[in-house]
Nanobody, 121 residues
């Protein structure tokens, strides 16, 4: 479990950009695969992107080419740069340690408060 605090969400017009941050606590952040997940109203939480402990990245098809995940292990911080935003990107965004079984999923049932992203069309 990696305690986290997400920030950086807001209201943006379609086509705009936002950068989300996820500040993690603990001394083992660098050893975890870390991911972003999102939950839109009335929908289940879904995988967005993950970055491995060695920096390899994976993205959901819906955000590939528009979003970039990165991490700064010295600052225990995870980022999500979002560009060319669409109305369907509107959701609460969460970060969490991630694991891969048949698909990428959160490795902890504990979640932060998330950060709201609203894209107006």
């Amino acid at each position: 479990q990696v305690p986290v605090v997400e920030s950086g969400g807001g209201l943006v017009q379609a086509g705009g950009s936002l950068r989300l941050s996820c500040a993690a606590s603990g001394r083992t952040f660098s050893s975890y695969d870390m991911g972003w997940f999102r939950q839109a109203p009335g929908k289940e939480r879904e995988f967005v992107a993950v970055i491995g402990s060695l920096g390899r990245t994976y993205y959901a098809d819906s955000v590939k080419g528009r979003f970039t995940i990165s991490r700064d292990n010295g600052k225990n911080t995870l980022y999500l740069q979002m560009s060319s935003l669409k109305a369907e990107d509107t959701a609460v965004y969460y970060c969490n340690a991630a694991q891969f079984g048949s698909r990428w999923s959160p490795s902890s049932r504990s979640w932060g408060q998330g950060t709201q992203v609203t894209v107006s069309s």
